[in-house]
């Protein structure tokens, strides 16, 4: 799929944008803070409804209307082409007093946020993404359940009610502390839990092991065949009853070796969840929070098995976080149909030509990429070529022939 048509209005440092765009490699070059960031991050939530990382919605209207106005908003809006089909989708952040709202529209029609993930579907490295690898299992979360949300809405679904049953049971557990009430009651939300829960995790569980194929042989592309890497879940509960590696420790890549086959039966992930789940039940009680469960997993990055967030080189670690995402643009069209928009930050600025060359590589196989550079010279004339070249210079973009 690509965007034909983007426009922004009152969006950052963007108070007007119409742009058209092509399928194929779109490089934007302009000096630091003119927009180039902002471009991507525009595209990217109309993807996923939300700014990148944990930046805030209303930070998205630009200040100086942010202040003037009454009614202040920002709008983000593309027209996007798939082989069968051709949609609108608008965003608008909108402040009304304290608050603000977004109203999301699928070719017109109000539509929940839930109803339009999926149907652009991108793949984003940001600068910062390099925390993928580097920080908290969190962060790790967080992006798997915005890539599997893009490709698997009954996922999203799932994500959505086991969060809600889980602020209801953890209320629950500090209720029973209080009270001294009968544990008995927290069997409905076990079961609760369980059933969304272990949906989860046998999807995180088999979508790591597609991304660790994929990605493996990105990593090797990368590293010119130097380096293997593997990803690997690590559940809260171990899904087969098994005792878990210590991640602690560097690794040996035989120990993993059974984990790379697909998921237990989901009916068996639900028992062993609820089993687990009554195993820490009075420790749950005392402490208050459920202590087991996806909202409690991780998934570790291993270079000839070796952990990268405990021990990777800066370098090792941005490739780790590059393969990764370049394997999502081929997961993604395995399980749409459909080539995600990828969106390329800055991703030049820390490798070597070996590595720009794969990545180009790469670039060539996405139905559409949009880069951003400070420097036309990251890119080989030949790139520049086949590339549509804009300059970003103060929320404004122009096109550009290219030398
Ligand atoms: N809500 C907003 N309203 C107006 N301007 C904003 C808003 N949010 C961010 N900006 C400004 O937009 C400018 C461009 O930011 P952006 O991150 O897109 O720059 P960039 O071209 O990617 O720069 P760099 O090369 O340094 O990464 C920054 O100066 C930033 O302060
Ligand atoms: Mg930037």
């Not at 194929?24 to 990148?52: C, H, M, Q, W």
């Not at 952040?93 to 149907?119: C, T």
């Not at 088999?206 to 592309?221: K, P, Y």
């Not at 559940?235 to 993993?256: C, G, H, V």
């Given at each position: 799929?690509?965007?034909?048509?983007?426009?922004l209005?009152?969006?950052?440092?963007?108070?007007?944008?119409?742009?058209?765009?092509?399928?194929?490699?779109?490089?934007?070059?302009?000096?630091?803070?003119?927009?180039?960031?902002?471009?991507l991050?525009?595209?990217?939530?109309?993807?996923?409804?939300?700014?990148?990382?944990?930046?805030?919605d209303?930070?998205?209207?630009?200040?100086?209307?942010?202040?003037?106005?009454?009614?202040?908003f920002?709008?983000?809006?593309?027209?996007?082409?798939t082989?069968s089909?051709?949609?609108?989708?608008?965003?608008?952040?909108?402040r009304?007093?304290?608050?603000?709202?977004?109203?999301?529209?699928?070719?017109?029609?109000?539509?929940?946020?839930?109803d339009?993930?999926?149907k652009?579907?991108?793949?984003?490295?940001?600068?910062?993404?390099?925390?993928?690898?580097?920080?908290?299992?969190?962060?790790?979360?967080?992006?798997?359940?915005?890539?599997l949300?893009?490709?698997?809405?009954?996922?999203?679904?799932?994500?959505?009610?086991?969060?809600?049953?889980?602020?209801?049971?953890?209320?629950?557990?500090?209720?029973?502390?209080?009270?001294?009430?009968n544990?008995?009651q927290?069997?409905?939300?076990d079961?609760?839990?369980?059933?969304?829960?272990?949906?989860?995790?046998?999807?995180?569980?088999?979508?790591?092991?597609?991304?660790?194929a994929?990605?493996?042989q990105?990593?090797r592309?990368?590293?010119?065949?130097?380096?293997?890497?593997?990803l690997?879940?690590?559940?809260?509960?171990?899904l087969?009853?098994?005792?878990?590696?210590?991640?602690?420790?560097?690794?040996?890549?035989?120990?993993?070796?059974?984990?790379?086959?697909?998921?237990?039966?989901?009916?068996?992930?639900?028992?062993?969840?609820?089993s687990?789940?009554?195993?820490?039940?009075?420790?749950?009680?005392?402490?208050?929070?459920?202590l087991?469960g996806?909202?409690?997993?991780?998934?570790?990055?291993?270079?000839?098995?070796?952990?990268?967030?405990?021990?990777?080189?800066?370098?090792?670690?941005?490739?780790?976080?590059?393969?990764?995402?370049?394997?999502e643009?081929?997961?993604?069209?395995?399980?749409?149909?459909?080539?995600?928009?990828?969106?390329?930050?800055?991703?030049?600025?820390?490798?070597?030509?070996?590595?720009?060359?794969?990545?180009?590589?790469i670039?060539?196989?996405?139905?559409?990429?949009?880069?951003?550079?400070?420097?036309?010279?990251?890119?080989?004339?030949?790139?520049r070529?086949?590339?549509?070249?804009?300059?970003?210079?103060?929320?404004?973009?122009?096109?550009?022939?290219?030398?």
């Amino acid at each position: 799929m690509y965007i034909s048509q983007l426009s922004l209005t009152n969006y950052r440092n963007y108070s007007r944008l119409t742009l058209d765009l092509p399928s194929g490699p779109v490089l934007l070059r302009g000096d630091n803070a003119n927009g180039k960031t902002n471009l991507l991050e525009a595209i990217y939530f109309l993807s996923t409804t939300r700014s990148v990382h944990t930046r805030t919605d209303q930070q998205l209207i630009n200040w100086i209307i942010l202040r003037q106005e009454t009614l202040p908003f920002a709008r983000v809006e593309a027209t996007v082409k798939t082989r069968s089909d051709t949609f609108k989708i608008a965003i608008t952040v909108v402040r009304e007093g304290n608050n603000f709202r977004k109203d999301i529209r699928f070719n017109g029609a109000k539509k929940r946020a839930m109803d339009i993930i999926g149907k652009l579907n991108t793949v984003m490295f940001l600068p910062e993404d390099i925390e993928l690898v580097t920080g908290s299992p969190g962060i790790r979360r967080r992006y798997l359940d915005s890539t599997l949300c893009q490709i698997n809405p009954d996922y999203c679904a799932a994500l959505s009610r086991y969060n809600k049953v889980l602020t209801q049971r953890n209320a629950l557990l500090k209720e029973l502390f209080k009270r001294n009430g009968n544990p008995d009651q927290l069997f409905y939300w076990d079961e609760q839990l369980a059933r969304d829960g272990a949906a989860l995790m046998v999807n995180r569980h088999n979508t790591i092991l597609d991304l660790d194929a994929v990605a493996r042989q990105r990593h090797r592309e990368l590293s010119g065949g130097r380096e293997g890497l593997r990803l690997h879940y690590a559940p809260s509960f171990d899904l087969y009853r098994r005792p878990q590696p210590n991640y602690q420790l560097p690794l040996i890549m035989e120990e993993l070796v059974p984990y790379s086959t697909a998921a237990p039966p989901l009916q068996e992930v639900r028992e062993t969840f609820r089993s687990y789940l009554i195993n820490a039940r009075s420790e749950e009680i005392s402490r208050g929070v459920t202590l087991v469960g996806p909202h409690r997993d991780d998934f570790h990055f291993l270079v000839d098995g070796i952990d990268m967030t405990m021990y990777g080189s800066r370098g090792q670690q941005r490739t780790a976080a590059l393969s990764t995402k370049l394997a999502e643009v081929i997961l993604m069209k395995q399980f749409t149909g459909e080539t995600p928009v990828l969106l390329l930050d800055d991703v030049m600025s820390e490798l070597d030509a070996k590595r720009r060359e794969q990545v180009i590589n790469i670039v060539d196989q996405a139905g559409q990429a949009l880069l951003t550079t400070t420097d036309w010279e990251d890119f080989s004339l030949d790139f520049r070529q086949r590339a549509r070249l804009f300059s970003v210079a103060m929320g404004r973009l122009e096109l550009v022939q290219p030398d």
